[in-house]
Structure formats: structure tokens, C-alpha cells
């Protein structure tokens, strides 16, 4: 089973932290992604990265950044967190067989509140 | 620009009748479609998906869904729902580059 691991479930922060969601997949998959869910918005993509060192920007990267340093973790970093970016944040990852078909596999998600 | 529009935010069926979940897209090309189902608390799990080929779809847990170019629609049913259906229902078309698209989700709820 594939399997995309989250570091926390709940994280807390105060305004102007800067703050780190870590994913790891354990299936050698090329590409991974994040996302924040917001309820009536459904799920909306800041950032993906097709393989190791290399990113795209998704739809909503404004305060974000990302790092993938190895093909396993794909890091989330708030740089200055605004309580703007309360959310549910939901990494994924795909195989990189053929990148518009496959299945994105999902982790539980880290519900984050800033204060 | 692409977009997919679920027209429902919430639906509510008895255990045992059966289900229609709605779901719209706009995309220039032929579409590749995917609907997901996210159940309290926990990630999105795959039901199916459309990329090509036979215009109804089975997936897991009993889903299927029918793709209509004509209607720009991609709706999800289930004959007979069980109420460990009761999640989030999300559905997405993908672009040539791999992102998905989603639509803003379908509440189920299930009533014994």
C-alpha cells in the first residue's frame, strides 16, 4: 500500500512564525504535491514538484515555499504565517508514470491554525 | 480556464436507496476525470477515473460514473448506499501537465 505521511494532524502557530508541514511517501513516486482544503473551495494547489530539486507553482503559491531536497519529502514552508493561512493542508504524491492519468495518493492532512 | 462545478454542497439519502452525485467541468480537450472520496478525518482515496474508451466507469465500493461530452458531465452514482458511504465526495479533471482541478465537494450524509 502506498503510503503519504504527514508530520503533524494538529499544528498551532502565532502570526509571523515560520512554519514547516513535512510529507513523506514511501513508494518512490516521482511527483508530489500540496494542497489546501477550505471548505466550499474543495482542494487548491500551491506547489508541485516533479522530481527531486524542482518545483512548479500550483494555482495559490503567494506566502509559500516548498523544498525537496530527496525524492521522499516534499517540505511546505509558511514563511511569515497569517491567520489568513488557517487551513487543512493535504500532501499527495503520484507514481510519474504518465503524469495526467495517475492516481494522486493522499495523506490525512495537518490542520493548521494560526493565531 | 478549467473548472469543475459539484452543484451540491451537501446531499442527504436513507441507507439502501440509491445515489447521484453531480459533477460539471469545463476543459477545452478531451478531459481526464477522477472522483475522490475523503471520509472523516482522514486523506483522499481514489474512486475512479476517465481518461479514454468506455463512457461508464467502475471504480471501488460499488461506484460508477457515466461521462457525457454533450453534457460536460461527469456524475457519480451508487445503486444501493451503505452508511459507511457518509464522507466528502470531491470530484477533479486533470490537465496535460498533471494538476488537478477540483470541484468544491459533496457532503453525503446517510440516514439509517
Known amino acids: 500500500d502506498v503510503k503519504v505521511t504527514q508530520s503533524s494532524r494538529y499544528l498551532v502557530k502565532r502570526t509571523g512564525e515560520k512554519v514547516f508541514l513535512e510529507c513523506v511517501q514511501d513508494m518512490d513516486h516521482e511527483n508530489m504535491f500540496w494542497y489546501r482544503q477550505d471548505p466550499g473551495l474543495g482542494l487548491r494547489l500551491i506547489y508541485f514538484?516533479?522530481?527531486?530539486?524542482?518545483?512548479e507553482k500550483g494555482d495559490i503559491p503567494e506566502g509559500y515555499s516548498v523544498s525537496r531536497e530527496k525524492k521522499e519529502r516534499f517540505s511546505l514552508i509558511l514563511e511569515s504565517a497569517s491567520t489568513n493561512q488557517t487551513s487543512m493542508y493535504l500532501c499527495?504524491?503520484?507514481?510519474?508514470?504518465?503524469?495526467?492519468?495517475?492516481?494522486?495518493?493522499f495523506g490525512p492532512g495537518t490542520r493548521l491554525t494560526v493565531l | 480556464a478549467q473548472s469543475v462545478t459539484q452543484p451540491d454542497i451537501h446531499i442527504t439519502v436513507s441507507e439502501g436507496a440509491s445515489l447521484e452525485l453531480r459533477c460539471n467541468y469545463s476543459?477545452?480537450?478531451?478531459?481526464?476525470l477522477f472522483w475522490y472520496v475523503q471520509s472523516p478525518g482522514q486523506g483522499l482515496q481514489l474512486l475512479l477515473k476517465?481518461?479514454?474508451?468506455?463512457?461508464l466507469v467502475q471504480g471501488i465500493k460499488g461506484f460508477e460514473a457515466e461521462f457525457k461530452r454533450s453534457q460536460s458531465s461527469f456524475n457519480l452514482r451508487k445503486p444501493s448506499v451503505h452508511w459507511s458511504d457518509a464522507a466528502e465526495y470531491f470530484c477533479?479533471?486533470?490537465?496535460?501537465?498533471?494538476?488537478?482541478?477540483f470541484g468544491q465537494g459533496t457532503e453525503l450524509s446517510v440516514k439509517p
Open positions: 499527495a504524491s503520484s507514481p510519474g508514470l504518465a503524469i495526467s492519468t495517475d492516481t494522486q495518493y
Open positions: 476543459y477545452g480537450a478531451t478531459p481526464y
Open positions: 477533479a479533471v486533470g490537465d496535460r501537465g498533471g494538476k488537478l482541478i
Open positions: 476517465y481518461f479514454s474508451g468506455d463512457t
Open positions: 514538484s516533479y522530481d527531486v530539486k524542482m518545483k
